[in-house]
């Protein structure tokens, strides 16, 4: 059978997440003025987000991720992207409209997928803004730019990430704690969330850390499972859970996501059924 399919990724599935769990994300970005940012827009649109705060940028494209699958396998992905930084007017948008949505957030997610837009001075700008207001903010990072995350509340970087941006291999359990604290002292950050797949997550907090068993029964595909984590991580704190509860809660989340096919999300009722069966 062939057909295709077409799925909200990068931030736009940050904020996929988040709506189907019930919440009222302010969505911050860029689109180009083509077909695939109308279709983006629309999609949004659909799932009741307000769209007020993306910018139409004429001078770029709208990222689009081609994945061609063969028995449920990836086999390869072409991207059509611009990764260019955006032009100054873009970015002085991009900083009033922030600082419009800060004031109303009760969490913020900076979802950082290294195509340009999130500069090291917007981060620093933004992470300086939610400290100031006492906001959690949590960071999905890329591992050339993790300078940037410096001072932020928490950032939840894969294994690999982790280990490009402590300089450390991460082969044990010794290695893994020793990149976490010097990541979590170099860049000043209250936590830090380190997903590992199959071995589950490690959750960091000053000299302390615990490990959180993986909960996934079945792996389809990691696709879009780290947007699933820093969603259901950010909202569970925003709604009054503390941060270890709130870890738990994504790793379960995340254990829905990686058992279906593609760029998934988890309900509510997903969630919960893996909390029932663990």
């Known amino acids: 059978m062939t057909k295709e399919a077409s799925h909200l990724g990068g931030a ?3 904020v996929n997440n988040l709506a189907l769990l019930g919440a009222k994300p302010l969505l911050v970005g860029i689109t180009g003025k083509d077909d695939a940012g109308k279709y983006l827009l629309k999609e949004l649109q659909q799932l009741n987000v307000d769209v007020e705060g993306i910018v139409q940028d004429p001078d770029r494209m709208t990222t689009v991720k081609t994945r061609i ?13 611009n990764r260019f930084p955006p032009k100054e ?3 002085k948008k991009l900083i009033e409209l922030c600082d419009a949505y800060i004031d109303k957030a009760d969490g913020i997610i900076l979802s950082d997928y290294s195509k340009g837009v999130l500069s090291k001075n917007l981060m620093q700008e933004i992470i300086k ?3 100031k207001k006492k906001q959690f903010l949590a960071v999905d990072p890329k591992m050339n730019n993790f300078s940037a995350y410096h001072g932020a509340y928490m950032v939840t970087p894969n294994t690999k990430e982790a280990e490009y941006a402590s300089g450390i291999p991460i082969t044990n359990e010794s290695s893994l704690v020793a990149a976490g604290q010097k990541l ?3 860049q000043a950050l209250d936590y830090l969330l380190i997903t ?3 071995q589950g997550m490690t959750l960091f907090e000053g000299q302390n850390c615990s490990h959180i068993p993986t909960v996934a029964r079945e792996v389809f595909d990691v696709t879009g499972a780290g947007d699933t984590v820093v969603a259901v991580l950010t909202l569970a704190v925003a709604s009054g859970a503390s941060v270890s509860e709130a870890a738990v809660l994504a790793n379960h989340a995340a254990g829905v996501v990686v058992g279906k096919l593609g760029t998934a999300v988890a309900s509510t009722e997903e969630i919960l ?5 663990d």
């Open 196 to 198: 590992r797949g199959k």
């Open 273 to 277: 059924s893996s909390l029932g069966a």
């Open 129 to 131: 803004k939610s400290r």
């Open 89 to 91: 007017r873009v970015v």
């Open 12 to 14: 736009a599935n940050v």
């Open 69 to 81: 699958l063969a028995q449920n396998q990836q086999i390869c992905r072409t991207d059509r992207e």
């Open 184 to 186: 979590l002292r170099s």
